[in-house]
């Protein structure tokens, strides 16, 4: 911008006044109102969250939305069925390959097809590594928050071993855009499920270093223990899903208690729960969530039937009129989709209910009257991803 | 008035500052969306290291940083931040366009919230295409923009077409 008069140079400074607010603390009569972001490191991509203060403690918290808001919604209504995948598969980067399938689900199920049992199988081993892919870099990233840098490198490190079963069968290290509708795309590689078996191993020996890297540290336990309680009742009504419900006690899974067209009654398996509800619990119950992914993958890997990994289903997709719902328990909670078609190649509507949105919405009430340090570490055991906020 | 500025730095030295400025090169992180994660496994993972080209990644803010990765979708709400940040930081400064995203809107090219490109609100030195791109593309744009640097005149900024990663 070129600035030659006096106005014009007032006119510039009043366009950045306006703005001002970012990255500055004003103070005012009540106390100190401090910004955090939107780009700040401690908020995961580009949250912004303005705090009052008074001294070290914080009064009152408001989270600003919509920085990475990229209208999937109103995207899926110009897309066709088989093109929406690779949209959604963006919404939740880390584990890209849980988005994909209550949507592919919420299709077969007005389209009434159902994948053959191998593909179900795969499906739900998929499922669970994108789990793995996600929640490691969590266990690594929470660490960071309250203070200790290895431990993400440790994760960045053992993610690579499952990031690469997931793209020697997908293509995708990130975004597999696997899943079709009656189906997958492809079948396994040769050699895979041992070489999968090796990266589980490898997994496992990274929640137990975990365990006692970052779980068993003073330091740890006395930043995050009796920080942040959530009790169950306010979690219920927040509208919490995933592991933040179940480390505030409540043993709600869909993935045991309302599955839909994945395999998870054929193995066995435990949904773990805790009763603290603080931050300590949710990496806790996390740390366990992993290990049991771990073991559910195992078990998959020994039984995937033979026969066909696609049914039939016709060359240009249209599908029928109608509403379904599919919700899945995806690493961050519960994701679902509500697809309403008129027959057409593409959607007529999809609401997306993402797991991240609603389990910010009770940052409002679980940071107020916390310390300001604190806020990072609660936020950070929230656990959410942008994309999957503001979609 | 140094030799810097006035354009009568001795080559041999000029040669010698280029390569100072090449191996110590302080990279803000502007990490958006899921290109964010490709980013953080090319500088935090010891697979893929990048402080073995020379590139930290961590400094405290962008004034004291050489150049600016922008990595993933950049919507209108946010793109007067990312000039903002890019204003504080200090010359000669570069920026590396990382995905497709942040090149042209990528996957997003008909959204209604989204910036078609990064480089409608900064210049843009280095785009690295994909989506996203796997760390080691995110690597070879580095190693792309201090070999520019290295050749680089100090009285003037390097003008002219920008790097494509291929």
Known sequence: ??????????????SQAADARVNVEVETDEGMTLNLGPQHPATHGTLRIIAKLDGEKVVAAEPIMGYMHRGYEKLTEVRTYPQVTTLINRIDWLGSFANEVPFILAAEQLMEVEAPP??????????????????????????VQVGATTPVFYAFRDREFVLNQIERVTGGRFHPNFDRIGGLKDDLPKGWIEETRGALDRMKSFCDEMEELVLGNEIFQARTRNIGVIPGDVALSYGLSGANLRASGVDWDIRRDANVGLVYDQVDWKVWTH?????FARFWVRLQETREACNIIDQLLGSIPSGPIMAKVPRIIKVPAGEAYVATENPLGEMGYYVVSKGDLTPFRVKIRSASFSNMSITPWILKDVFVPDIISILASLYFILGDIDR | MGLVESGKMPKPLTKLLNMSRRYSMWVYQWGLACCAIEMGAAFASPRYDVMRLGVIPLPASPRQADFLVVSGTVTDKMAPAVRRLWEQMPDPKYVISMGSCANCGGPYWDSYSVTKGVDQIVPVDVYVPGCPPRPEALLEGIVLLQERIMNEDMAERWKGDPIVVE
Not at chain 1, 121 to 141: H, P
Not at chain 1, 275 to 279: E, Q, V
Request: with cysteine; glycine share 4%.
């Open chain 1, 275 to 279: 009763p603290d509800g603080d931050s």
């Open chain 1, 1 to 14: 911008m070129s600035i030659s008069t006096e106005n014009e140079q007032l006119a510039y400074i009043a």
């Open chain 1, 118 to 143: 191998r593909a179900q199988w795969i499906r739900t081993i998929l499922f669970e590594l994108s789990r793995i892919a996600n929640v490691c870099l969590f266990l690594g990233d929470m660490a």
